[in-house]
C-alpha cells in the first residue's frame, strides 16, 4: 500500500473527508487505484453527493470486481434511495444478491440484505436474514437488537422483547437496546432498570451510545414522574443529536413564506377553476402538519375502511419532485425556483409518476390495490407542497393535523426520531419551525378554505362522536361505529404513537406539556400567542 493511501485512510478515519478526497485524486493522477477510487467514492458518499460516488465505484468496478466496491456501490443505493425511492433499493437488492451468490455467509452482505428487505418491507425475507446471521453469530448483541427493531415495526412485542434482552445480556451498557425495550415494554421493572442504566459507565459510551441512554433515563424518569432529572436528560440527548446537523430555523421561517406566497400567486387561477370532489379510481389522502400531533390516529381511523389503503410515512411525493427534475438530493428549501419555472404538463407528469410510485409501494406490501381507492400518505411535512398536491390531484382529501403546540412541540423534544427532523432537537428551533408551519398552513387555509380539514386533537378528544360526523362528510364518508374502534384493528403503525393507537380514546396526553412547565418557559415564549 503506497504511502499516499495510507495517509488517505487515516485522513478518512479522522473524518477529514476533504483531505482525503485530495490524496486519492492525487493517487489517481498517476494510476488507476481501484482502493483510492473505492475511498474517493465513500467520501463522497458520506458528503450526501450520491451520484458522483457511483460515477467512481462503477469506474473502479471497471478496474477490478472486487465484492468489497460492490459491497459499497449497494450501499450508496440504498442511502441514495431515502431520495430517489425503492428503484434503488430493488437495484441495491440485485446487486447484493450476486455477493451473497459469491459467498452464502458473508455478514456484511447478509447485513445490507436484511436493511434493504425492511427497507422495501418484505419483513419474511428480512427476517430470515437476520436468524441467518444470529445463527453463525450469536454472541453479536447488534444482531439482537436489530432483529428485535425490525420485529417491534411489524408489533410482534413479545419476540422483540426477549431479542431486547438477549442484546442487553451480551452487552449490559448496549444503551440502544435499553431505550427500544422502554418503547414497547410495560411489565419492565423500571426502578431495577434506572439502576442498571445510571450505573453504565458514560465515558466509554460513543455519541450516539450517550445520546440513547439519555434518552431511556429520561423515560424512566418521566414515567417516575421526576421532571426534573428527565428534562436534564431529554436536554443532554437533545443537544448531542442536535451536533449532527447543520440546520437554520430562521431561513426555514422566510423559505416557507416564499415558497407558500409562489406557489399561490402562480397557480391561483388555476385554483379557482378546480372542480372540488373529482372522483376516479385513485383518491390520495394526505395528512400533514407536525409530528406528535394526531396523524398516526388519524390514518388508523380512515384505515378501519376496506377501500383504505394506510401507507404511512412515504416520502413519494418528494421523490417524484426531485425525480421530475433530476435533482437526485432534491431540497425545496434551496430549489424555490423549480416550483417558480413548473408547467402544468410537468405537474401532470409528476402526479402520474407519484401515483405509479404509490400503487407500485402497495403491491410490494401484497395489498390487493383492486379493492382499494383512497391511499393515506402520511408525510407530514408535504404541507409545504398543498398547492401543488391540489394541481395533481384535484379530488385529493388533506387533512391538517393540529394540536396543542406546546404538547405538540414537547412530545417532539422527548422522543428520538430516526429520520432527518433536524428542528426538533432544540427547543429554541422548534418554536421557530412551529410558527413557520403554522403561518404556511393558516395562509393555505385562508386562501382554500374548502380544500383542508383542520382535525383539532384536543377537540377530537373532547367530543369524538360529533367531530368525527364532521371529518368523515369532509371526507365523503358515512359515519358507522366502525371508526371509533380503530384500535381494534390489525394496521400497522411504525411511528413513535405506535402502542398509543393500540388503545381506545383518552385524554392522557392533553396538557402533558404542564408537569415540565418551569423548564419550558422559552418554549412557551418563543411560539406566537395567535396559535396558542
Not at 402502542?499 to 418557559?521: F, G, H, T
Amino acid at each position: 500500500m503506497s504511502e499516499l493511501l495510507q495517509q488517505a485512510q487515516l485522513q478518512h478515519s479522522q473524518g477529514n473527508l476533504e483531505q482525503a478526497q485530495k490524496l486519492c485524486k492525487q493517487i489517481l493522477q498517476n494510476e488507476i487505484n481501484t482502493d483510492a477510487l473505492k475511498l474517493l467514492a465513500i467520501c463522497f458518499r458520506q458528503q450526501g453527493r450520491f451520484n458522483d460516488a457511483l460515477s467512481f465505484f462503477d469506474i473502479a468496478l471497471k478496474a477490478s470486481k472486487d465484492s468489497g466496491i460492490i459491497l459499497e456501490k449497494a450501499k450508496t443505493l440504498i442511502a441514495l434511495a431515502e431520495t430517489t425511492g425503492d428503484q434503488d433499493l430493488l437495484k441495491a437488492r440485485e446487486i447484493l444478491g450476486v455477493l451473497q451468490e459469491r459467498s452464502t455467509d458473508d455478514l456484511l452482505v447478509l447485513n445490507e440484505l436484511a436493511k434493504v428487505s425492511s427497507l422495501l418491507e418484505d419483513y419474511a425475507s428480512a427476517e430470515k436474514y437476520y436468524q441467518q446471521m444470529i445463527y453463525k453469530f450469536p454472541d453479536r448483541p447488534a444482531l439482537h437488537n436489530n432483529y428485535a427493531s425490525l420485529l417491534k415495526e411489524q408489533s410482534k412485542y413479545p419476540e422483540a422483547i426477549e431479542q431486547y434482552k438477549t442484546a442487553i445480556d451480551l452487552k449490559p451498557n448496549l444503551s440502544i437496546a435499553y431505550y427500544n425495550w422502554l418503547q414497547i415494554d410495560k411489565q419492565i421493572d423500571k426502578s431495577q432498570t434506572l439502576k442498571h442504566l445510571e450505573a453504565i459507565d458514560i465515558e466509554n459510551l460513543s455519541n450516539i451510545e450517550q445520546m440513547y441512554l439519555y434518552f431511556a433515563r429520561a423515560f424512566i424518569y418521566d414515567k417516575f414522574k421526576d421532571p426534573e432529572n428527565a428534562f436534564i436528560n431529554y436536554r443532554k440527548a437533545n443537544d448531542i443529536k442536535r451536533k449532527q446537523y447543520v440546520f437554520n430555523a430562521n431561513y426555514i421561517h422566510k423559505s416557507f413564506s416564499n415558497l407558500a406566497n409562489l406557489l399561490f400567486e402562480k397557480y391561483k387561477i388555476t385554483f379557482n377553476s378546480i372542480e372540488k370532489g373529482t372522483s376516479n379510481d385513485f383518491v390520495p389522502i394526505f395528512i400533514v402538519g407536525m409530528p406528535r400531533s394526531g396523524s398516526t390516529l388519524i390514518e388508523q381511523i380512515l384505515a378501519t375502511r376496506d377501500d383504505v389503503c394506510g401507507l404511512g410515512e412515504i416520502n413519494d411525493l418528494n421523490q417524484s419532485i426531485g425525480t421530475l427534475f433530476r435533482e437526485v438530493n432534491f431540497d425545496v428549501d434551496n430549489n424555490l425556483n423549480i416550483f417558480a419555472d413548473m408547467t402544468l404538463d410537468q405537474i401532470e407528469n409528476l402526479a402520474m409518476t407519484y401515483k405509479q410510485s404509490v400503487l407500485a409501494k402497495a403491491k410490494r406490501k401484497n395489498i390487493d390495490i383492486s379493492k382499494k381507492k383512497f391511499f393515506v400518505d402520511k408525510m407530514l411535512a408535504n404541507f409545504r407542497f398543498i398547492p401543488i398536491i391540489k394541481l395533481m390531484f384535484p379530488n385529493a382529501i388533506i387533512i391538517h393535523a393540529k394540536r396543542n403546540p406546546m404538547d405538540t412541540c414537547w412530545s417532539c423534544y422527548k422522543h428520538y426520531f430516526s429520520g432527518e427532523v433536524p428542528y426538533v432537537y432544540n427547543l429554541t428551533e422548534l418554536a421557530v419551525y412551529y410558527n413557520a408551519y403554522m403561518s404556511m398552513m393558516d395562509f393555505y387555509e385562508e386562501k382554500m378554505p374548502d380544500s383542508i380539514y383542520r382535525f383539532d386533537y384536543e377537540s377530537f378528544i373532547s367530543e369524538p362522536e360529533n367531530n368525527l360526523v364532521k371529518f368523515l362528510d369532509f371526507c365523503g364518508f358515512e359515519m358507522n361505529d366502525s371508526y371509533l374502534n380503530f384500535y381494534k384493528t390489525n394496521n400497522g403503525a411504525k411511528t413513535a404513537s405506535c402502542l398509543q393507537v393500540k388503545e381506545p380514546l383518552n385524554s392522557k396526553s392533553i396538557d402533558s406539556w404542564q408537569k415540565y412547565a418551569q423548564y419550558l418557559e422559552n418554549l412557551e415564549k418563543n411560539i406566537d400567542s395567535k396559535y396558542k
